[in-house]
């Protein structure tokens, strides 16, 4: 799934792809992506506007329009590509069309989800983005509020890390390696953390996310920006996936928490 660094990775492809530049038609090939509206409302109401800025809340794309905001979740195989071409792929469900090209979101899956509101409509305080935490990376996210949210948590930290709502961006791969750097065991209870725990986790979300924003995401599996444009962070991945401590040199062990595949070290990382 992508998560926050490739979320962005693809927020800064699409500008440079469709800043400015104005939907002629729009076609609708799989009807359950569109959410909130009829399918014939969002064809007419697109048409004819331009994309005048696109942002991003956690995992979320945000298309700013002329009239109205378009909010987009990849979810586990989203993807846009632009083509010149009209020869539609069998994964190609929704195609915005402009005037010597045309963007299409390819989902494998079908999984992901477009919403369209108008511009009067404060959209933070619309389902989705409503229920979206600060971006782990952020200063909302502030060990003072993480403090406050986490003292009230009887859960795994790796569960709460991967709760969108507390806090966004975190991924599966993205929380092993926080807790790696913060050196605290994925099943230690949320609210047996300490002020020194919670700092750790802070920094470390903000590093490992920033850096792997640096690099353009993690490409794991189906991870792609554009035609040809795939993350490196995987290479600077230190437990997701490995074999061996680079620390301590123990054997990296793999569990599941919350049914999520999960690696550590056990010599380096202590439960609370």
Same mark, same amino acid.
């Given at each position: 799934?992508?998560?926050?660094?490739?979320?962005?990775?693809?927020?800064?492809?699409?500008?440079?792809?469709?800043?400015?530049?104005?939907?002629?038609? +729009?076609? !609708?090939?799989? #009807?359950?992506?569109?959410?909130?509206? =009829? /399918?014939?409302?969002?064809?007419? %109401?697109? @048409?004819?506007?331009?994309?005048?800025?696109?942002?991003?809340?956690?995992?979320?794309?945000?298309?700013?329009?002329?009239?109205?905001?378009?909010?987009?979740?990849?979810?586990?195989?989203?993807?846009?590509?632009?083509?010149?071409?009209?020869?539609?792929?069998?994964?190609?469900?929704?195609?915005?069309?402009?005037?010597?090209?045309?963007?299409?979101?390819?989902?494998?899956?079908?999984?992901?989800?477009?919403?369209?509101?108008?511009?009067?409509?404060?959209?933070?305080?619309?389902?989705?983005? +409503?229920? !979206?935490?600060? #971006?782990?990376?952020?200063?909302?996210? =502030? /060990?003072?509020?993480?403090?406050? %949210?986490? @003292?009230?948590?009887?859960?795994?930290?790796?569960?709460?890390?991967?709760?969108?709502?507390?806090?966004?961006?975190?991924?599966?791969?993205?929380?092993?390696?926080?807790?790696?750097?913060?050196?605290?065991?994925?099943?230690?209870?949320?609210?047996?953390?300490?002020?020194?725990?919670?700092?750790?986790?802070?920094?470390?979300?903000?590093?490992?996310?920033?850096?792997?924003?640096?690099?353009?995401?993690?490409?794991?599996?189906?991870?792609?920006?554009?035609?040809?444009?795939?993350?490196?962070?995987?290479?600077?991945?230190?437990?997701?996936?490995?074999?061996?401590?680079?620390?301590?040199?123990?054997?990296?062990?793999?569990?599941?928490?919350?049914?999520?595949?999960?690696?550590?070290?056990?010599?380096?990382?202590?439960?609370?």
């Amino acid at each position: 799934m992508p998560e926050l660094p490739e979320v962005e990775t693809v927020r800064n492809s699409l500008k440079e792809i469709i800043l400015n530049k104005r939907i002629k038609d +729009v076609v !609708v090939r799989y #009807d359950k992506i569109i959410e909130n509206v =009829s /399918v014939d409302d969002f064809i007419n %109401k697109l @048409k004819g506007q331009k994309i005048v800025d696109i942002k991003r809340k956690g995992k979320y794309l945000i298309f700013v329009l002329n009239d109205y905001y378009l909010v987009s979740h990849l979810r586990m195989e989203g993807k846009f590509f632009d083509y010149t071409d009209f020869d539609y792929g069998k994964h190609d469900h929704i195609i915005f069309i402009f005037d010597d090209f045309n963007l299409r979101y390819n989902d494998t899956r079908k999984f992901g989800r477009m919403d369209l509101f108008d511009k009067s409509v404060d959209i933070y305080k619309c389902k989705p983005l +409503v229920s !979206v935490g600060p #971006d782990a990376n952020c200063d909302e996210a =502030s /060990v003072e509020y993480l403090e406050s %949210k986490f @003292k009230k948590i009887n859960k795994p930290i790796k569960e709460t890390l991967l709760d969108q709502s507390i806090m966004s961006g975190l991924g599966n791969i993205y929380v092993d390696e926080v807790l790696f750097m913060a050196h605290l065991h994925p099943e230690s209870k949320t609210c047996n953390l300490d002020l020194d725990d919670i700092k750790n986790i802070k920094e470390a979300a903000t590093i490992v996310l920033n850096k792997a924003i640096t690099m353009g995401g993690t490409t794991i599996k189906s991870f792609a920006a554009s035609h040809n444009h795939t993350g490196l962070f995987q290479n600077e991945l230190l437990v997701h996936t490995k074999e061996t401590c680079p620390i301590c040199k123990s054997k990296i062990e793999k569990i599941r928490v919350g049914g999520r595949g999960t690696y550590f070290c056990s010599n380096c990382q202590k439960i609370k």
